[in-house]
């Protein structure tokens, strides 16, 4: 009988955890769509920066010491976001990020395999 009640324990256990996993997948898949809509923001301010500094040039400014820093501003922020939702997404799947050479490494080591630097919590 208690065996029984055991083996019910384990299989919702087993269930449970699987669909722990599953709905951790799905965040896995909706952080990476926001990444892509991070890199794609990127890519058109990119765009933009580079459009104008063109279109100095054929104006013939030769000033091209441009001022750009609402667009470097705006990009530096869009890359710490993604690199939060990298971390985010490597920890659901039980990994994070060294510290220093930024490799995917399992959550729980204390020191970086690749680089054998010390992981601060
Ligand atoms: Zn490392």
């Known amino acids: 009988m208690t065996n029984i009640k ?3 324990m384990k299989i919702t256990n ?6 722990k996993k599953s709905n ?3 965040e896995v898949t909706k952080i990476n769509l926001k990444i892509n809509s991070l890199e794609s923001e990127i890519e058109e301010l990119y765009k ?4 104008d500094v063109f279109q100095k040039y054929m104006n013939g400014i030769d000033e091209l010491q441009l001022k750009y820093e609402q667009e470097c501003d705006l990009i530096k922020t869009k890359y710490d976001e993604i690199m939060k939702l990298k971390q985010k997404a490597a920890l659901l799947k039980g990994f994070k990020f060294c510290q220093k050479c930024n490799s995917e490494i399992e959550a729980e080591y204390v020191y970086c395999p690749k680089c054998g ?4 919590e």
């Open 6 to 8: 055991n083996l019910k």
């Open 24 to 26: 951790d997948l799905v």
């Open 48 to 51: 933009k920066i580079g459009m």
């Open 14 to 19: 087993v269930a449970n955890s699987a669909i």
């Open 117 to 120: 630097s010390m992981q601060n």
